[in-house]
């Protein structure tokens, strides 16, 4: 088990996660004491038949896996001469678009 500090962690991040995929357990502490605990997932067809962390997470309703497909977005807003974007948000939130 490896400890780092939350800076160390922000200023170390790709190094320590290349750790975890090899197998080791990082614990990040904050003022010297522990906060979270970063493992490697394990994949469906890995290890012993044991369900993946990621199925766990699926049938929990934490996460939900893409399609595959791309993601289509909706063409940004644009403001008229004299528009307030406050306006705008107050006018779409209240329904009034």
């Known amino acids: 088990m490896k400890l780092a500090s939350v800076s160390q962690t ?8 290349e750790q975890v995929r090899q197998g080791e357990v990082l ?15 394990t994949y ?3 290890g012993g038949g044991s369900q993946s962390w990621v199925t766990q997470l699926e049938r929990k ?4 896996r893409g399609s595959g497909g791309r993601c289509e ?3 940004p807003v ?5 528009t307030s ?8 939130r209240q329904g009034r678009r």
């Open 78 to 82: 644009v403001l008229g001469q004299g």
């Open 61 to 64: 309703g934490l996460l939900r």
């Open 27 to 41: 614990v990040i502490t904050d003022h010297d004491r522990p906060v979270a605990k970063i493992t490697a997932m």
């Open 10 to 17: 922000k200023n170390q991040l790709s190094a320590l996660l």
């Open 85 to 92: 974007a406050l306006d705008r948000l107050i006018d779409e």
């Open 73 to 75: 977005l909706t063409p």
């Open 44 to 46: 469906e067809g890995e």
